[in-house]
């Protein structure tokens, strides 16, 4: 099982100081704006990965 991925900054206050909240898995508080919050996948895009072919940008 992989380890759960540290968010770099708090969705709030662009804050760096944070730990995990010891309430809920996967949650981290933010020291600076006193928040708990939770970060999720939420799923793919239907459009996917744009393929560059070069086509059309010849020189």
Not at 13 to 20: N, V
Not at 31 to 37: G, V
Request: proline share 5%; aromatic share 8%; hydrophobic share 25%.
């Amino acid at each position: 099982m992989s380890e759960r991925a540290a968010p770099f900054h708090c969705p709030y206050c662009g804050d760096e100081d944070l730990r995990p909240n010891e309430t809920g898995h996967g949650a981290w508080e933010c020291s600076s704006c006193n928040r708990a919050f939770q970060l999720k996948f939420l799923g793919l895009l239907t459009r996917g990965v744009q393929r560059n072919d070069g086509e059309g940008d010849r020189i």
